[in-house]
């Protein structure tokens, strides 16, 4: 994919907020967790700093190994196609030491171009199969999730992962669904069963998609989503310098939750929380549900 590719679009949530919260230091080290398109990376580059980006997706590290030419060039800018759970190896992959990195950042979830243009079952539109995989590498899909759980780990996924409370219903219609279609050897598509949990849901006229917290629940699962922020997070804490600070930006309540348990951490203290403006939610819509926690450590 070449930088110049459009569908690659990605909007940064609270850019300035959190390169400013991350007091990004002239020649300081930083590790960007989620690098996707890269938003947040240019703007801590563009502090004179250096930084480790990270990313499980091929799409978004071909993209910006092309946008950051130079950078990488100039040894400014290290991309490690990595699962961020791994972030103490990544470190060391380029020579980096722990304990020495002044600051990192993690913009959990999903970029707008995987959502939008990636085509792999993440919107409720897509005419493709429920992969919902953000690493090919991974070998179990959404999709294979709906064949092999049984209804009843189903409902517990739904309401577990995604507070679903129609959630033995939907596993129900889902079940019966999949086995027609398996009758008839055709794939499970993302916008079948997005219609599917529509024509099942009490609330067909909410604001929110009826599917949302279902597709939500199975993203989680297929990305092993809260294992490994919950794991890369205590590494993280080990790397960082003292004083140096961790920026991490949530968007549901399960990955909220446990960026906030962090101010249980003894090595850590709470300097922040931060919400979007109204201007920025007018301008980036997806950014409504984000929140900003701002930790140092001691
Ligand atoms: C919201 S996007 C980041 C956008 C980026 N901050 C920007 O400004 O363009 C989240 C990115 O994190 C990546 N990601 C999600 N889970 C990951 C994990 N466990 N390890 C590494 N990358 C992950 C996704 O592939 C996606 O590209």
Redesign the pocket.
């Known amino acids: 994919m070449s930088s110049n590719d459009l569908n690659y679009k ?4 609270l ?1 300035k907020e959190a390169v400013k919260e991350l007091k990004v230091k002239k020649n300081g080290k930083y590790i ?11 703007a801590i580059l563009g502090k004179g700093a250096l930084v480790l980006g ?4 091929t799409n ?1 590290i071909s993209f910006c190994k092309q946008k950051f030419v130079a950078e990488i060039k100039e040894e400014r800018l290290f991309i490690v196609q ?4 791994y972030i103490d190896r990544a470190v060391k992959s380029i020579g980096w030491n722990s304990g020495e990195i002044d600051g990192i ?1 993690y ?5 707008m ?2 959502f939008k243009g990636a085509k792999k079952g993440f919107s409720f539109n897509d005419e493709t199969k429920l992969d919902m995989r ?2 090919n590498e991974l070998q179990v899909t959404a999709e294979d999730l709906l064949r092999v759980l049984s209804e009843k780990q189903l409902a517990n996924l739904f309401y577990e992962y995604g507070g679903e409370v129609q959630s033995k219903a939907f596993a129900k219609a889902i079940k019966s669904f999949v086995k027609e279609k398996d009758a008839k050897c055709e794939p499970i598509l993302a916008k079948d069963v997005a219609q599917l949990i529509k024509n099942t849901s009490k609330y067909k006229s909410s604001r929110v998609h009826p599917a949302t917290r279902v597709f939500q629940a199975l993203r989680i699962a297929v ?3 809260l294992d ?2 919950q794991g ?1 997070l205590e590494r993280a804490i080990e790397l960082l310098k003292p004083n140096a600070r961790l920026v991490i ?1 949530t968007f549901h309540s399960l990955e909220y939750a446990i960026s906030k348990n962090l101010e249980e951490s003894p090595a850590l203290n709470l300097i922040k929380i931060v919400k979007p403006s109204d201007e920025e939610i007018k301008e980036n819509i997806s950014s409504r549900s984000a929140t900003m926690h701002v930790y140092e450590k001691v």
């Open positions: 990605h909007t940064p949530v850019l960007d967790c989620n690098l996707g398109g890269g938003g947040h990376t240019k990270l990313d499980v997706d978004a990595k699962n961020f759970l950042l913009d959990l979830g999903l970029s171009y995987q953000m690493n990305n092993s989503e490994n922020l890369s930006i």
